[in-house]
Nanobody
Framework: QVQLVESGGGSVQVGESLRLSCTAS????????LAWFRQAPEKDRELVAL??????????ADSVKGRFSISRGDGKNKNTIYLQMNNLQPEDTAAYYC??????????????WGQGTQVTVAS
């Protein structure tokens, strides 16, 4: 079983930045890809960004390219990923979640969702 804990959300103004963190623990397997998702009110959950275990593969939703950056810790913090969000816009308002996904080419979440962290961008 995998446990996921997200943090770092908050309320900001347009153009400001936030950095989200997610720590995964439990039965992660040998190779695993981690990803950030978000869900706005009355909308489906969507993939925001992903990063492979080595960190060599990253990918982003078109809506956040050039503004968001995903990274992961090294050493004993290898199971922690970050989402640096710059130039935040009202449409970025959502609950943000991380999850393990099958692979960079198959971004299907495989673990139970954590509690998420809320990001609210005021215009």
């Amino acid at each position: 079983q995998v446990q996921l804990v997200e943090s770092g959300g908050g309320s900001v103004q347009v153009g400001e930045s936030l950095r989200l963190s997610c720590t995964a623990s439990g039965e992660l397997g040998i190779t695993y890809t981690l990803a950030w998702f978000r869900q706005a009110p009355e909308k489906d959950r969507e993939l925001v960004a992903l990063i492979s275990r080595s960190g060599s593969i990253t990918d982003y939703a078109d809506s956040v390219k050039g503004r968001f950056s995903i990274s992961r810790g090294d050493g004993k913090n290898k199971n922690t990923i970050y989402l640096q969000m710059n130039n935040l816009q009202p449409e970025d308002t959502a609950a943000y979640y991380c999850n393990v996904i099958e692979s960079p080419r198959q971004p299907t979440p495989v673990a139970s969702w954590g509690q998420g962290t809320q990001v609210t961008v005021a215009s």
